[in-house]
């Protein structure tokens, strides 16, 4: 029986996830977005490969992924679900403000696949609270709860 290529089951790729994010190479943690209920929650993959360029020196004997960058990961989806989630997404630019409760639980290798899921705790006109966990193979290896605050672009580029 010939094998047949798996249907994409991804809802955004990685085409659409730049149109979303300012992030690009090598600070782009987000590679695909499974699920996104607009101002609820987005359940996102990051593929952990072992060319990533953080793992020349974290730790070059033991390639272990930076637990602040799984937290970025994190932070990314986030911003992701947050640019679906307020009207007029074109106009502002989300900044991480705070990280609360960061918990990392299992060292992350090259070759895991994070499953990134996030959750809209509190959504202001300003700013937001987000509640993030990441997993591999179903278990959690880390936590975190983030406060993203929103920058109006036009006032951002008066500054320039």
Do not use: W
Not at 55 to 75: I, R, T
Not at 93 to 112: E, S
Not at 128 to 146: M, N
């Amino acid at each position: 029986m010939p094998l047949r290529p798996q249907k994409n089951k991804s809802l955004f790729t990685i085409e659409k996830i730049l149109k979303s994010l300012p992030h690009r190479y090598p600070f782009l943690f987000v590679d695909r977005v499974l699920k996104l209920e607009k101002g609820k929650c987005i359940t996102a993959i990051k593929n952990v490969s072992y060319n990533e360029h953080f793992f020349q020196g974290h730790f070059p004997h033991l390639k272990v992924m930076p637990g602040v960058l799984v937290v970025e990961a994190l932070a990314q989806a986030g911003g992701i679900l947050l640019y679906h989630s307020v009207p007029s997404p074109e106009t502002i630019l989300v900044f991480l403000t705070a990280i609360n409760n960061a918990k990392f639980r299992k060292p992350i290798v090259p070759g895991d696949q994070l499953k990134l899921e996030v959750e809209i705790l509190k959504l202001k006109s300003k700013y937001s609270y987000i509640s993030g966990k990441a997993f591999v193979d179903g278990e959690l290896v880390a936590e975190a709860e983030i406060m993203a605050s929103f920058a109006n672009l036009e006032e951002l580029n008066e500054r320039e």
